[in-house]
């Protein structure tokens, strides 16, 4: 899988270098504590609700943080290193929650269970954020101008990223056992969505895409690898339904485009 890694973009520690300068306030005065073990949900919402407030990035420095449930406001975009930035959610609730808005980014955050849900948003970017592990998804991305880029996930129980919407998914690296490696569509919409150049080892289900007929998806140019139930399988709600479509039989699904993608 190590392929894909060069076509990432900019590490998302560059970007907080980049927009360190523009940020006036630090987590800390806000009474975020790294590395404790207590719960830190309610300082981090309120840091959030001021710094988006005052047009700042929430920048979140090494260390690992005990939140859940934290609502982003439209605009909120928080920044973190990569393998540092550790959220720590509980079983069964995400460490960020957000619906109907817009204009939301998370960049470079560590996730250990479920890292962010999205519902009904517009304009919603999670790009080079990891999920070491998760009880359940890793990342549910649901709306619509939707771009999900260069994540990491292992270990996650469901679906390792979830996209519900209209956007692009493109340069994630998958791994572990799970369910999915990547999931996309629900029992009732399938959205208009381009997967391409992603990479995924070892879920039962490399990418499984709702079999809906609100949408359109194209799917193409993915590595996967170790998928026992098959690289790409139609859903029909959570039920697998016919053959792998990396093999052929596509056309049984007019709103699915699968073209150059290699299952292993």
Not at 200 to 217: F, K, L, N, R, T
Request: charged share 15%; with cysteine.
């Amino acid at each position: 899988m190590g392929g894909a890694a060069a076509l990432f973009g900019a590490s998302a520690a560059e970007a907080a270098a980049a927009v360190s300068e523009r940020s006036g306030r630090a987590l800390s005065d806000f009474g975020v504590i790294a590395n404790g073990e207590a719960d830190q949900t309610t300082a981090m919402q309120k840091a959030v609700d001021a710094l988006v407030e005052a047009g700042q990035p929430i920048l979140v420095p090494a260390g690992r943080y005990r939140i859940s449930g934290v609502q982003l406001p439209s605009k909120a975009t928080l920044v973190g290193t990569s393998g540092l930035s550790v959220i720590v959610a509980p079983p069964g609730r995400a460490a960020f929650e957000c619906v109907g808005r817009q204009g939301v980014s998370l960049r470079g955050l560590s996730f250990v269970n479920q890292g962010v849900v999205a519902r009904e948003c517009r304009n919603l970017t999670v790009a080079d954020c990891e999920v070491l592990s998760s009880d359940g998804d890793g990342l549910y991305c649901g709306g619509s101008g939707l771009l999900v880029t260069g994540n990491r996930a292992a270990s996650c129980a469901k679906a390792a990223i979830w996209v519900e919407g209209d956007g692009l998914v493109t340069n994630n690296l998958i791994g572990g056992n799970g369910r999915f490696g990547l999931r996309i569509g629900s029992a009732w919409r399938l959205g208009t969505v381009t997967v391409i150049a992603n990479s995924i080892d070892g879920p039962a289900v490399g990418i499984g895409v709702s079999s809906a007929e609100q949408g359109y998806a194209m799917i193409a140019m993915n590595m996967i690898a170790g998928a026992k139930e098959g690289g790409i399988r139609a859903l029909d709600g959570d039920t697998v339904i016919g053959k792998d479509l990396t093999r052929g039989g596509s056309e049984a699904f007019r709103n699915l485009a699968i073209a150059a993608n290699v299952s292993m």
